[in-house]
């Protein structure tokens, strides 16, 4: 579906992601092989094409057999193609060993992609000094509160140091911040992630998922998870979730390069602490600089309606590389590029 840029500036429906399944990781590890036509449950792997945006959740319906088994459809099959392009698997729609490993992994709980318009819609703050506020931080016994607050921290200095003019300031949670970070059980109430997810944000308004209006949440999984500081076995890194969340709470999608900071996916005993080529060009499409009557403007707050006019249409018009770009069609192209994902 082709677009101008006119209507995808303007198209701002918020995906309705209420009622998404719920995952579980362990059992998608354990399910056997299987293609189309194969009688085979695929109702786990259906719940998770339907929570990260592989799937619309009205489709896969399966038809089940005398022998309470099903039939695996085209929809679980066609999804199943979306989701190894994705994550740059061999792409024949059957369910096999590479397929199963990828979606069996630890993850964030935001989409990969979003069905429920003809474009992703995603976009920057109309500001660039954000402040953040820390809420109930994590119970477990191996970390301590300055522990996590530094690694957060560093977090926040790493994207204040993308070279787009953020900064951050911390607040108390009765100072209106725009975001809040905290560790939530596992069954948080705005967002289960239970069953493997390890941490969900949202995206800044008007385009987020999960609130209509700040502070936005920012939230890790404190039951099923081991949280540390650094690489360490059976323990994920809290600088590097941070860093990956935050990206999703200055704007940017999913990213298709396994190096980038916003990969969907983080494994234990892995540090990625470093903003990757494609993070920095993500961050700087959405937050651009210009070169305006001799000198550097890179939009500081406030900003007038007319900025966020011609910031929004150059956002638009320029050909940014990022894989992690917001603007997308369904197919996971994006539309300031003539590369396709």
């Given at each position: 579906?082709?677009a101008?840029?006119?209507?995808v500036m ?15 990781l362990?059992?998608i590890?354990?399910l056997p ?6 009688k085979q ?5 259906d ?15 399966p038809t089940?057999?005398s022998?309470?088994?099903i039939v695996?459809?085209k929809?679980?099959?066609?999804a ?12 024949d729609?059957?369910?096999g060993p ?13 989409p990969?992609?979003?069905q429920s ?12 000094h954000?402040?953040y506020?820390f809420?109930a ?8 509160a300055?522990v996590?607050k530094a690694a ?20 108390a ?6 975001f809040?970070?905290?560790?939530r059980?596992?069954q ?9 997810i390890?941490a969900?944000?949202?995206f ?6 999960h609130?209509?209006k700040?502070?936005?949440?920012l939230?890790f ?16 890194d ?8 935050l990206?999703?709470i ?22 990625r602490?470093?903003?990757q080529?494609?993070d920095?060009q993500g961050v ?6 210009w070169?305006f009557l ?11 309606r ?5 910031s929004?249409?150059y ?25 396709q994902?």
């Amino acid at each position: 579906m082709q677009a101008s840029t006119a209507s995808v500036m303007l198209h701002l429906s918020r995906p309705n992601i209420a009622g998404k399944p719920p995952i579980n990781l362990a059992k998608i590890k354990k399910l056997p092989s299987f293609s189309v036509g194969d009688k085979q449950d695929v109702g786990e792997i259906d719940n998770y094409l339907k929570h990260f945006g592989f799937m619309p959740v009205s489709s896969g319906a399966p038809t089940t057999l005398s022998s309470n088994k099903i039939v695996v459809g085209k929809d679980t099959s066609t999804a199943l193609k979306a989701f190894q392009q994705f994550f740059s698997l061999k792409v024949d729609g059957t369910f096999g060993p590479q397929t199963r490993e990828a979606m069996s992994e630890s993850r964030c709980g935001l989409p990969d992609l979003l069905q429920s318009a003809d474009f992703s819609v995603a976009g920057p703050w109309d500001k660039r000094h954000l402040k953040y506020a820390f809420g109930a931080l994590s119970r477990q016994p191996q970390i301590t509160a300055d522990v996590i607050k530094a690694a957060v921290r560093r977090a926040l200095n790493t994207w204040a140091s993308s070279g787009v003019d953020l900064t951050f300031e911390e607040v108390a949670t009765t100072a209106d911040p725009d975001f809040v970070i905290e560790w939530r059980p596992a069954q948080d109430p705005d967002h289960s992630m239970v069953g493997g997810i390890i941490a969900h944000a949202d995206f800044p308004p008007p385009y987020s998922l999960h609130v209509d209006k700040p502070p936005l949440p920012l939230h890790f999984d404190d039951d099923e998870h081991r949280w540390v500081d650094g690489a360490v076995a059976d323990g994920l890194d809290i600088e590097t979730v941070a860093l990956h969340e935050l990206g999703h709470i200055l704007g940017l999608y999913h990213s298709t390069d396994p190096g980038a900071v916003m990969y969907p996916t983080i494994g234990k005993n892995l540090k990625r602490r470093a903003l990757q080529l494609d993070d920095k060009q993500g961050v700087r499409n959405l937050y651009p600089s210009w070169q305006f009557l001799g000198g550097l403007w890179s939009g500081k707050s406030p900003r007038s309606r007319y900025h966020t006019l011609f910031s929004n249409l150059y956002s638009a018009l320029h050909r940014c590389s990022s894989r992690v770009c917001p603007r997308r069609t369904r197919a996971g192209r994006c539309f300031c590029s003539e590369r396709q994902e």
